[in-house]
C-alpha cells in the first residue's frame, strides 16, 4: 500500500472496545510452513460501548474454519481482518487458522530462526497469528497447548501440563495480546532459582541453542538482582512459579517483556569475558532488568493504547537506569545516558521525525518505538520526581500500583496519582507529553550589592505539524561557587515556568561562578555566554560530577569548533584541563576515560547547524584527528606511565570497577598507538584474555590506519560465533576512513557470513556505516547510494529494521545542496518502489516532508 493510501491513526479518535475477552484458548499445532492455530475466545459485550460490531484483527492468515457458539459460520474477509453477525449476548468465537512460521521474515507473529519457533507480538504481531482484538485494552487470561516434537515448548504463565510431543500453559494474570509469547525448540538452559520476599519459589531459565550454555551465568545474575532490587525500591514482587528468558538470533529489538517468558536477542543476554565486552555487560544487565521491571509497568498495568506507549517505556527506562546507577556508578550513568540522549533523542527532536512524548497520530505504531517515546520519556519522568521529591515520588508509585493493577491505562492516569498524593497541579507539566521539541534555555545573570541573579529564558522550536508552542516546567538545578572553588550555595531547584524569570540568591561576599542545570535536570539545550576560564574552573572545582564532565565536553567542543572553522590550534586550556583530569589520581578512571572521549562527530555537526552554519563532515572528521594528535602529544609523556598503572591483568570480572579501568587503558591506548607504531596496541590484543581488551587493541590499531594482520586473525579465531563476529564486520565500517566507508561496508556484504535476514548482522554493517558520519555523508554520495540499495533489498523482508535504519538520513536538510540533493534522490528512489512496506514509506514520507 503506498504510503498516501495508508490511513493515520490518532489519538483523539480511540473508542473502546465493542467486546472484551473473558477467556483465551489456544492450541498450536507447529510445522514450518503449515503451522495449525486453533483459538476458543470467549466474548462478552463491553458495556462501556455502545457499538456492538464485531470486527477481529488478522494479516496473512488462512482462515479454515469458524464457529459461534459451536454453529458453523461464514465471517466477511478483509484486508486487515474480518467482520462477522454475532449475538448480542456473551458468545463463544472458534477459529482454526494456517500460518506459515518458516516463511515469516519480518520477524513479526510467529516465525523461525535457527531451526527454532518463537513470537513477537508487539506491538501489532499478534494478529499475523489468529484473529484477535489485537489491542492493548483487551486484556485476558490466556491458556496454551503446544504440540510438537521438539524437546522445548514455552509459552506464558505456569506450566500445568505436558508429555510426550505436547506441553500446556496457563496465565493467570489477563494480558493484552501484545504481551503472548510462544516459544519451541531444541534448546538447553541454565537452571536458577529465586524466593520472593513473600515466600514464593520461582523457577527461573535462561534457554539458548546447544553451545551458548556458557555464556548464560551473567545473565541470570542479572535476573536475581533485578528481581531482588524491585522488591527493595518499588516493592514489586514477581507473581508467577517460572520465569523463562530465551536468546533468539534473529530479532528486530533488544528484547521483549513477554509475561513470564521474556524473549531477548541474543546480543542481549549472551556473555562472557572471551565473547563479550564490558559495554555488552553493563547492556545485557540493564535490558534483563528492564523487562523484568515490566512485569510491573508494563504487564500488571500496561497501556490503554499504542499512543500511551511512554507510559510504559519512559518509566521503565527510568527504572532501568535508577537500577544501573545503583548496580554500577551514578555519575557514570548519567554522564553515558545524556550522552545517548544528545545523539540519539535531540537530534530526532532537531528534524522531521520529531513527535512529542506521547504522539497524537501514527500510520505504522513500530515506527515509535523512539528515543523520543524511551529515552525523553524516561526524563519527563526524572524531571517529575526530581519536582516532587524522593518521598512524594515513592507514594505515588504506591497508588499507581494500588489503583490501577490489571488495567490499561493512560499518561491521564498517570499524571492523576501525582496529583492526588501531592496535591500539586501538572496541567501545565503534561505538556512534555504533548509538545515536541528540545526546549531552549537561555541564561543570563547579574551580580550587585551581594545578590546574584540568574535569569532564565526558554523557548520551545516548531516541529513537523507543530507551532506556537507554550511554556513548560522546566526542574533547573543550579549550584554556585565563589571564586576560590568553595560551593556556597548547594545544589537547589529553581523552577522555570514562564518565558522568562528571574531568580535571586542575596548574602553572598564575592560574585559566584554558576553550575548550572546540575545532573542534567531537565532534558533541554542550555545557552550560556561563558569563556574557556570558567569552564575549566568548574572542570577543576564543581562537585557536580556531571557538570563536571559537562565542563570539559563544552571545552573540548568549542576548542573543536574553533579549529573546524576558524583554522585555530588546539586549545591549550582545555588540553591542560584534560591533562589534569586524566592523571589526576583522585577520580573513578570510568570518570576520567569520559573526559578524555571527544564530542562525536554528529555532536559536532549539529553545533554547527545551530549556530546556522553548514556542517563539512569531512572537515569535522579532519578536526578531530588534529585534536587526537594534539592531545597525544600534550600527554605524551604520561600515556605510558598511566597505561601501565592501571592496566588490568588480574582474572576478568565485568565489574564498574575493572571496566572503568578497562575503559580508561582502552582510550589511553587508542593514543598510545599514534605515538608508539602500534606496539602496544600489538601487545594488548596478543595477550588479551577478554574482548574488552582484544577489541580495544584491535580499533586502536584501526583508527591509526594498521592492524590488517590482527584483524585476519580476529575473523580466524571467532568465525563460529557470530555475536563476536558482528563486531569484526562493525569494527571495520566504523573505522574507515571516510573515502573508503562505503566501499568497506561493500565488500563485507559480498561475504558469505553476511546475512540480511538477521538483523544483527544488517546493523553492523549499516548502523556502523551511518554512525561513521564523514563517511557515510562523503561527497561522492557512495555512502547515500549503498544505504538505499540496501534498504530496498530488506524492505520486502524485513520492514520493521529497514524501517528504522531510514533515520540515518534524518539530518539531511543540515547539509550542503550537493548533499541534501543527493539523499533527496535516493529518498525519492526508495518512495517511490511499487509495494514499499507501511513502515518504509512512513518513515521515508516523514524524513521527506
Ligand atoms: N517492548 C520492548 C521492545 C520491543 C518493542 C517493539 C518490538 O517490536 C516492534 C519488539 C520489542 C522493550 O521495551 O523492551
Ligand atoms: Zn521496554
Known amino acids: 500500500m503506498a504510503d498516501a493510501e495508508t490511513p493515520t491513526i490518532y489519538l483523539r479518535d480511540y473508542t473502546p472496545p465493542a467486546w472484551l475477552v473473558e477467556e483465551v484458548q489456544l492450541t498450536f499445532r507447529l510445522a514450518p510452513e503449515t503451522t495449525r492455530v486453533l483459538s476458543r475466545i470467549r466474548f462478552t459485550p463491553n458495556p462501556e460501548a455502545t457499538d456492538r460490531t464485531f470486527v477481529l484483527d488478522g494479516e496473512g492468515l488462512t482462515l479454515i474454519s469458524a464457529r459461534i457458539d459451536g454453529t458453523e459460520v461464514d465471517p466477511t474477509l478483509t484486508e486487515a481482518g474480518l467482520t462477522c453477525d454475532v449475538p448480542d449476548t456473551a458468545f463463544v468465537w472458534e477459529a482454526e487458522v494456517e500460518i506459515a512460521p518458516a516463511s515469516n521474515t519480518a520477524l513479526e507473529g510467529l516465525y523461525m530462526s535457527n531451526g527454532m519457533y518463537s513470537t513477537q507480538c508487539e506491538a501489532q504481531g499478534f494478529r499475523k497469528i489468529t484473529y484477535y482484538p489485537d489491542r492493548p485494552d483487551v486484556m485476558a487470561p490466556f491458556s496454551v497447548r503446544i504440540e510438537s516434537d521438539l524437546p522445548v515448548l514455552l509459552s506464558n504463565g505456569n506450566r500445568v501440563a505436558s508429555g510426550e510431543g505436547f506441553a500446556e500453559w496457563h496465565d493467570p494474570w489477563p494480558k493484552p495480546a501484545y504481551l503472548f509469547a510462544l516459544v519451541a525448540g531444541e534448546l538447553v538452559n541454565l537452571p536458577g532459582s ?90 545485557i544487565e540493564a535490558i534483563i532488568a528492564h523487562e523484568y521491571f515490566h512485569n510491573w509497568t508494563g504487564n500488571r498495568i500496561t497501556c490503554r493504547d499504542w499512543f500511551q ?202 560574585r559566584p561562578i554558576p553550575s548550572p542545570l546540575r545532573g542534567f535536570s531537565a532534558p533541554v539545550v542550555l545557552d550560556r ?25 563544552q571545552l573540548a567542543k568549542t576548542a573543536l569548533i574553533d579549529m573546524i572553522d576558524g583554522g585555530q590550534a588546539p586549545d591549550d586550556r582545555y588540553l591542560d584541563a584534560v591533562r589534569r583530569v586524566v592523571t589526576d589520581e583522585s577520580l573513578d578512571p570510568a570518570f576520567r576515560s569520559l573526559c578524555l572521549g571527544l564530542p562525536s562527530e554528529d555532536d559536532l555537526a549539529q553545533s554547527f547547524a545551530d549556530s546556522g552554519r553548514t556542517p563539512d563532515p569531512q572537515a569535522i572528521w579532519d578536526g578531530r584527528e588534529a585534536m587526537r594528535g594534539a592531545l597525544a602529544e600534550v600527554l605524551s609523556g604520561d600515556l605510558g606511565p598511566l597505561y601501565r598503572a592501571h592496566l588490568v591483568t588480574e582474572p576478568y570480572a565485568p565489574s564498574a570497577e575493572q571496566a572503568g579501568k578497562r575503559s580508561l587503558t582502552n582510550i589511553l591506548l587508542s593514543l598510545l598507538t599514534r605515538r608508539d607504531g602500534g606496539a602496544a596496541a600489538q601487545g594488548q590484543f596478543a595477550d588479551a584474555d577478554n574482548l574488552t581488551q582484544q577489541i580495544g587493541a584491535l580499533s586502536a590499531l584501526l583508527t591509526n590506519g594498521l592492524g590488517s594482520l590482527e584483524l585476519a586473525s580476529f575473523a580466524e579465531q571467532w568465525s563460529h560465533e557470530r555475536l563476536v563476529m558482528d563486531k569484526w564486520f562493525m569494527i571495520q565500517v566504523a573505522h574507515a576512513r571516510p573515502a573508503d566507508a562505503a566501499r568497506v561496508a561493500d565488500a563485507l556484504t559480498q561475504r558469505p557470513d553476511f546475512a540480511m535476514t538477521n538483523p544483527n548482522r544488517f546493523r553492523s554493517v549499516f548502523g556502523a556505516l551511518a554512525m561513521n558520519q564523514a563517511g557515510f555523508h562523503h561527497a561522492s554520495g557512495d555512502g547515500y547510494r549503498l544505504m538505499a540499495d540496501w534498504l530496498i533489498r530488506l524492505d520486502p523482508v524485513n520492514p520493521q529494521t529497514t524501517a528504522r535504519m531510514c533515520s540515518a538520513f534524518q539530518t539531511w536538510r543540515r547539509y550542503d545542496a550537493d548533499r541534501q540533493g543527493m539523499i533527496r534522490e535516493q529518498l525519492e528512489r526508495i518512495a517511490a518502489l511499487p509495494g514499499l512496506s507501511r513502515d518504509t514509506a512512513e518513515m521515508v514520507g516523514r524524513i521527506l516532508e
Not at 500539586?424 to 509538545?435: I, N
Not at 569563556?531 to 557536580?544: G, I, K, N, V, Y
Open 194 to 283: 529465586f524466593t520472593t520476599r513473600s515466600g514464593r519459589e520461582v523457577e527461573l531459565n535462561v534457554w539458548v541453542r546447544p553451545g551458548d550454555e556458557d555464556k548464560c551465568d551473567f545473565a541470570m545474575e542479572a535476573l536475581k538482582k533485578s528481581m531482588t532490587w524491585d522488591e527493595k525500591v518499588y516493592g514489586r514482587e514477581y507473581d508467577l512459579d517460572i520465569f523463562n528468558i530465551v536468546a533468539v538470533d534473529d530479532f528486530n529489538m533488544g528484547a521483549m517483556e513477554n509475561k513470564g517468558l521474556n524473549i531477548f536477542n541474543s546480543s542481549a543476554v549472551l556473555a562472557n569475558a572471551r565473547t563479550a565486552t564490558d559495554a555488552n555487560f553493563e547492556r
Open 309 to 510: 506507549l511512554c507510559l510504559k517505556e519512559g518509566l521503565t527506562v527510568f527504572r532501568d537506569a535508577q537500577f544501573t546507577a545503583d548496580m554500577r556508578s551514578e555519575p557514570v550513568k548519567r554522564i553515558s545516558d545524556v550522552l545517548d540522549l544528545r545523539g540519539r533523542q535531540f537530534r530526532e527532536d532537531g528534524g522531521p521525525l520529531a513527535h512529542p512524548v506521547r504522539p497524537e497520530s501514527f500510520k505504522e505504531i513500530n515506527n515509535f518505538y523512539t528515543a523520543t517515546v524511551y529515552e525523553k520519556g524516561a526524563e519527563v519522568i526524572g524531571m517529575l520526581k526530581r519536582l516532587v521529591g524522593d518521598e512524594a515520588y515513592a507514594k505515588a508509585l504506591d497508588l499507581y500500583f494500588d489503583r490501577h493493577d490489571g488495567q490499561a491505562c493512560t499518561i491521564e492516569d498517570w499524571l492523576r496519582v501525582f496529583e492526588d498524593t501531592t496535591g500539586r497541579d501538572l496541567t501545565q507539566f503534561k505538556r512534555w507529553y504533548s509538545q515536541a521539541g528540545t526546549p531552549r534555555v537561555v541564561m543570563t545573570d547579574d551580580w550587585a550589592d551581594g545578590t546574584y541573579t540568574v535569569t532564565l529564558k526558554q523557548s520551545l522550536p516548531d516541529t513537523p505539524g507543530q507551532t506556537g508552542k507554550q511554556p513548560q516546567v522546566i526542574p533547573f538545578a543550579i549550584g554556585l561557587l565563589d571564586p576560590s572553588g568553595q560551593e556556597v550555595v548547594p545544589t537547589t531547584l529553581l523552577e522555570l515556568t514562564e518565558t522568562e524569570q528571574s531568580f535571586t540568591f542575596a548574602g553572598l561576599a564575592d
Open 529 to 553: 555566554q561563558t569563556d574557556a576560564e570558567e569552564r575549566a574552573f568548574l572542570l577543576a572545582h564543581d562537585t557536580d560530577p556531571f557538570n563536571k564532565w559537562e565542563a570539559g565536553r
